[in-house]
């Protein structure tokens, strides 16, 4: 399974929408689950959400976007989304699209996907 590729990003004002897409840039991203993970200037890349491929709910959100973004996949098109709303100027950051095949367990740590795209930037401004 190749990097997969992101689009979408930009600059977008406080309280706007943006959407963000992935796709495999090779094979396809069936039976992996997808995350979005972000890195700020100066921080750590951090677990926003998830696609999981399998079974029970799919979706998977960390608690500072929840209720805000939304993660869906088109089958059709094998496509993974982030719907992002409500921007915040937190929100600011470089967007990664990651796969792989993390246990239930570990869904929410970036260390768990071993395929990272080029990331997508993202400024939310006020």
């Known amino acids: 399974q190749a990097q997969p590729v992101e689009s979408g990003g930009g600059l977008v004002q406080v309280g706007g929408s943006l959407t963000l897409s992935c796709a495999p840039a090779?094979?396809?991203?069936?039976?992996?689950?997808v995350a979005w993970c972000r890195q700020a200037s100066g921080k750590y890349r951090e677990f926003v959400a998830a696609?999981?491929?399998?079974?029970?709910?799919?979706?998977y959100l960390s608690d500072s976007v929840k209720g805000r973004f939304a993660v869906r996949r088109d089958n059709a098109k094998d496509m993974i989304y982030l719907q992002m709303n409500d921007l915040k100027l937190e929100d600011s950051a470089i967007y990664y699209c990651?796969?792989?095949?993390?246990?239930?367990?570990?869904?929410?740590?970036?260390?768990?996907?071993?395929?990272w795209g080029q990331g997508t930037q993202v400024t939310v401004s006020s």
């Open positions: 696609w999981r491929w399998s079974g029970g709910s799919n979706q």
């Open positions: 990651a796969s792989g095949r993390p246990i239930l367990s570990s869904l929410r740590q970036t260390s768990s996907y071993s395929y």
């Open positions: 090779d094979g396809s991203f069936r039976c992996s689950s």
